[in-house]
């Protein structure tokens, strides 16, 4: 923690250097690992948690085809960095290139460009291996995996489903309904059909219709949404895990490696070490960044940052919140149109899905707090909520700092989305 310094504030691709006036506490995630990247990854691979090498997984495999599954360019998982280190482990234990397949696990996002394949993956990867994304509405991509004791028929990518030997590659991060992001989210939702994803997330609501408090950030044991996502990845069968914790500047802080479950639990113990903030007085204004590119790439995203920082604030209390947003709102921005949390709340009864649930969520806290979003984003594009929105960081900033209390805390987080804020 420190008090009365520059920082850097990260907005969209943007780095903008800022002088905070003392009083304000700065509050960053885990600083980077004095271990290059490089050889985290190897350790990682050499001393797998509960599991045996990849390349010995490999080689009990025979002619089976594998998939390496990963996200999409909205979590920084590095995969360009790993994943040809773990094509390379494959085809050492006997497969070919034509036997690999790298999955992207889109869920419901959007497909990826051409050129953000590229940026993701890289050349030799394209070029070398076969690539599919599972985009959560291609209906003849799935196949019936089996279902969940909530009730949750799976249907899964075929390409994954018929894989000998399946290995995910993700990043973890607290998430403010399914405990924590990563690891086993890339079976439900990352490569499940929409019918799945979308039972998997009303389980936000209690049988009540009321939010379920057990689905909450930072719980996995009894909350019934990220026990159903564990479910689903012992049903479909995740042989090998590949874990990132990042550092405050999206560097790898931690690489952990192994059988998948005790791979995303060691990970996720790791996390809450370095990430977590402990208890902390609540503030009446708050300044956080979303943490720029990738994290602030639109507002679904962008919103678990937004949610994060609110839990620092008193009801009524001021959020600075900077989010880039330069692919806007979609899918969200019809809910926003009907005009309040309540209205999106009926609608949600009637007809749920799963980003307008995002925008409920969205909607609560705008009308919860003061929220001034420096954002591309026209205001428009929230309809008639409660929201400032201005465009210039630095003018945010001059206008806000004059007016902050002298006999409370203020509190600045640097990369608001990766903290774990009790």
């Given at each position: 923690m420190n008090r009365g310094k520059s920082v850097l504030l990260r907005f969209g691709r943007e780095?903008?250097?800022?002088?905070?006036?003392?009083?304000?506490?700065?509050?960053?995630?885990?600083?980077?690992?004095?271990?290059?990247?490089?050889?985290?990854?190897?350790q990682a691979l050499a001393e797998p948690i509960a599991s045996a090498s990849l390349n010995e997984l490999a080689r009990r495999r025979g002619e089976q085809t594998a998939v390496v599954i990963v996200p999409d360019q909205t979590r920084r998982a590095h995969v360009s960095l790993i994943l040809p280190r773990l094509l390379t482990e494959l085809e050492q234990g006997g497969f070919s290139s034509s036997q690999l397949t790298v999955v992207i696990a889109l869920g419901l996002h959007r497909e990826l460009t051409e050129a953000e394949l590229l940026n993701h993956l890289g050349a030799e990867v394209l070029e070398s291996y076969r690539v599919i994304q599972s985009q959560a509405d291609r209906?003849?991509?799935?196949?019936?995996?089996?279902?969940?004791?909530?009730?949750?028929?799976?249907?899964?990518?075929?390409?994954?489903?018929?894989a000998g030997l399946r290995i995910t590659l993700s990043e973890i991060d607290a998430h403010y309904f399914a405990g924590f992001s990563g690891g086993r989210k890339a079976i439900l939702p990352g490569s499940c059909a929409r019918e799945s994803i979308v039972a998997n997330h009303r389980l936000v609501f209690?049988?009540?219709?009321?939010?379920?408090?057990?689905?909450?950030?930072?719980?996995?044991?009894?909350?019934?949404?990220?026990?159903?996502?564990?479910?689903?990845?012992?049903?479909?069968?995740?042989?090998?895990?590949?874990?990132?914790?990042?550092?405050?500047?999206?560097?790898?802080?931690?690489?952990?490696?192994?059988?998948?479950?005790?791979?995303?639990?060691?990970?996720?113990?790791?996390?809450?070490?370095?990430?977590?903030?402990?208890?902390?007085?609540?503030?009446?204004v708050v300044i956080a960044s979303a943490g720029g590119h990738p994290w602030d790439i639109d507002l679904r995203q962008a919103?678990?940052?937004?949610?994060?920082?609110?839990?620092?604030?008193?009801?009524?209390?001021?959020?600075?919140?900077?989010?880039?947003?330069?692919?806007?709102?979609?899918?969200?921005?019809?809910?926003?149109?009907?005009?309040?949390?309540?209205?999106?709340?009926?609608?949600?009864?009637?007809?749920?899905?799963?980003?307008?649930?995002?925008?409920?969520?969205?909607?609560?806290?705008?009308?919860?707090?003061?929220?001034?979003?420096?954002?591309?984003?026209?205001?428009?594009?929230?309809?008639s909520l409660p929201i400032t929105i201005c465009k210039e960081p630095k003018t945010a900033l001059e206008r806000l700092l004059p007016t902050l209390p002298t006999d409370e805390p203020t509190y600045y987080l640097s990369q608001a989305r990766k903290l774990f804020i009790p």
């Open positions: 780095v903008i250097k800022v002088a905070l006036p003392a009083g304000i506490e700065v509050i960053e995630p885990a600083r980077a690992s004095t271990t290059p990247p490089e050889k985290l990854l190897e209906g003849g991509d799935f196949l019936y995996a089996g279902t969940t004791r909530q009730g949750n028929r799976l249907l899964v990518n075929r390409v994954v489903m018929n209690g049988s009540d219709g009321k939010r379920n408090p057990a689905v909450e950030l930072g719980r996995l044991d009894g909350n019934p949404l990220a026990e159903e996502l564990a479910e689903a990845q012992r049903i479909v069968g995740v042989n090998f895990a590949i874990n990132v914790v990042n550092d405050s500047n999206g560097s790898p802080q931690a690489v952990i490696a192994g059988a998948a479950e005790q791979s995303f639990n060691a990970a996720v113990e790791r996390y809450r070490q370095t990430h977590s903030i402990g208890r902390r007085e609540r503030a009446s919103h678990k940052a937004l949610d994060n920082a609110c839990r620092l604030l008193r009801p009524g209390g001021r959020l600075l919140f900077f989010a880039a947003c330069p692919e806007g709102t979609v899918p969200l921005g019809a809910w926003f149109r009907l005009g309040s949390a309540a209205a999106i709340r009926r609608q949600l009864d009637k007809e749920y899905t799963v980003a307008g649930q995002t925008a409920w969520a969205t909607a609560r806290k705008l009308e919860r707090f003061q929220v001034t979003m420096v954002t591309s984003l026209q205001s428009q594009e929230l309809g």
